[in-house]
């Protein structure tokens, strides 16, 4: 396995790169995200994955490790190979795909080119665990929701609003405001509901 690469940048395009070391030049297949975050300096680090198949050999780079991450993560779902996890990780940030995966959001996951619903399912059914004990992500982003946004929706069931409808509204209110009280949360449900 090449875990990185250090050498020199030879060629970039948006979808891969070449670096030279010790004389070799290594393509390297890479997302619009690390796209966006290589400089275009002489020098160069990218972690890598070599995705080795029957007819090809593949070398995935990532300017972050996280990428890297995810990016196995990802491949080891059934239907996702490399090519369509570089895509996903070209369309949102490798933390957005995290979030999305966590928090149970497949309508952000499926407004990814080439993924469908059944797709998106998936993903969330065989990842989201791994994402939430691996980034120490808990379901629904953070521990404050757990704590703040659950009185606030309790309280709003006494009121006699309907649960499933509130908890859309309270999830929105905590992503924006995270650190928002238990009264500041109920105050702005009940202008949104």
């Known amino acids: 396995m ?3 690469l250090k050498g020199r940048l030879v060629e970039k395009t948006p979808t891969d790169i070449i670096i030279e070391c010790n004389g070799v030049g290594y393509q390297v297949h890479i997302s619009l995200h690390s796209y966006s975050l290589i400089k275009d300096s002489e020098s160069i680090l990218v ?12 070398l995935y780079g990532f300017v972050e490790k996280l990428e890297r991450e995810l ?8 239907g ?24 149970n959001d497949i309508k952000t996951i499926q407004s990814i080119k080439g993924i469908g ?3 998106a399912q998936r993903v969330v059914i065989d990842l989201q665990e791994k994402v939430q004990k691996m980034y ?8 404050v929701y757990n704590t703040n946004a659950e009185e ?17 509204v309270v999830k929105k209110i905590v992503d924006q405001q995270p650190d928002a009280t238990v009264e500041q ?9």
């Open 152 to 168: 606030a929706l309790s309280a709003l069931e006494v009121l006699g609003f309907v649960r499933k409808a509130t908890e859309k």
């Open 136 to 143: 120490g992500l808990e379901d629904l982003s953070t521990s």
């Open 2 to 4: 090449i875990a990185f």
């Open 80 to 103: 996702i190979g490399g090519n369509t996890a570089r895509n996903m990780l070209s369309y949102v940030t490798p933390k957005d795909l995290m979030q999305a995966i966590a928090s």
């Open 47 to 58: 972690y890598t994955y070599l995705q080795i198949k029957e007819d090809a050999h593949t």
């Open 185 to 193: 949360i109920i105050k702005l449900a009940l202008k949104s509901l």
């Open 117 to 119: 619903l059944k797709t």
């Open 71 to 78: 990016f196995k993560l990802l491949i080891s779902v059934s």
